[in-house]
C-alpha cells in the first residue's frame, strides 16, 4: 500500500539557519502531496502542496517540489525562525484518505 | 480553510467506562468524516471512514465494536470509545474533507488526547 517515509527528528536549529526535512513516498497511481503543520496544542494545518510531477508548492517561506523521479517531497526553507518550532507531517492522497509520515518536530532556538 | 472542533480536548478515564468523542464542522457540511489516531511519536493512522447516512468501514484491524462511529449529521460525527483499556490511550483526530478543483483537501480537528487509567 501506499505509504511516506520522513526524516526522524527531533530537528534542532538556531534561528536564520537553512532547513531541510526529506521525505519520500511510495504509491500507486499519481497521488498529490502534501506537508502538513502541528503547531503545539493545535491541530494540523495544510501548509503547502503539490498536486502533479515537477510541481513546487510553497507559502510562508517553505518550499517542496515534486520529484517523481526520486519520489520525493522534501521540505525546505532558507532561514528558519523561533515560530516554526512545530511537527511537520509529509502526507500523500488526494482522491483517497491523507497517508501520513511520523511527523518530524522541528525546534528553533534563538 | 474550514474550522473544525472537537471535544473535549483532553479526557482522563477508568478502564472500562466508555468515552464519547464529538467533531462538529462548523462551516460547511460534511458528508465523509475520516478518523485517525496518533500515538506518541507515531505517525496518524487512519481508523475509519464515515458517511452520512451509512455506517462506518473500518481499517483493518480496528474492532468495529469498540470504536463506534455516529455520523449524526452534515456537521456533527462521533466516536465512542467503550471499554476503554490503558491501550486506547491515544490521541484521536476527525478529519473532513472538502473538494478543490483536483484534489480533496482534508481539514483536522485539533485532536482529542485520551488518558485512560
Known amino acids: 500500500g501506499d505509504s511516506v517515509t520522513q526524516m526522524e527528528g527531533p530537528v534542532t536549529l538556531s534561528e536564520e539557519a537553512f532547513l531541510t526535512i526529506n521525505c519520500t513516498y511510495t504509491?500507486?497511481?499519481?497521488?498529490?502531496l502534501f506537508w502538513y503543520v502541528q503547531y503545539p496544542g493545535e491541530g494540523l494545518q495544510l501548509l503547502l502542496k503539490?498536486?502533479?510531477?515537477?510541481d513546487k508548492g510553497s507559502n510562508k517561506g517553505f518550499e517542496a517540489t515534486y520529484r517523481k523521479e526520486t519520489t520525493s517531497f522534501h521540505l525546505e526553507k532558507g532561514s528558519v525562525q523561533v515560530s516554526d518550532s512545530a511537527v511537520y507531517f509529509c502526507?500523500?492522497?488526494?482522491?483517497?484518505?491523507?497517508?501520513f509520515g511520523k511527523g518530524t518536530r522541528l525546534s528553533v532556538i534563538a | 480553510g474550514a474550522v473544525v472542533s472537537q471535544h473535549p480536548s483532553w479526557v482522563i478515564c477508568k478502564s472500562g467506562t466508555s468515552v464519547k468523542i464529538e467533531c462538529r464542522s462548523l462551516d460547511f457540511q460534511a458528508t465523509t468524516m475520516f478518523w485517525y489516531r496518533q500515538f506518541p511519536k507515531q505517525s496518524l493512522m487512519l481508523m475509519a471512514t464515515s458517511n452520512e447516512g451509512s455506517k462506518a468501514t473500518y481499517e483493518q484491524g480496528v474492532e468495529k465494536d469498540k470504536f463506534l462511529i455516529n455520523h449524526a449529521s452534515l456537521t456533527l460525527s462521533t466516536l465512542t470509545v467503550t471499554s476503554a483499556h490503558p491501550e486506547d490511550s491515544s490521541f484521536y483526530i476527525c478529519s473532513p474533507p472538502g473538494k478543490r478543483e483536483s484534489y480533496n483537501e482534508q481539514f483536522f480537528g485539533p485532536g482529542t488526547r485520551l488518558t485512560v487509567l
Open positions: 504509491a500507486t497511481g499519481y497521488p498529490s
Open positions: 503539490a498536486t502533479k510531477a515537477d
Open positions: 502526507a500523500l492522497g488526494g482522491n483517497t484518505p491523507l497517508v
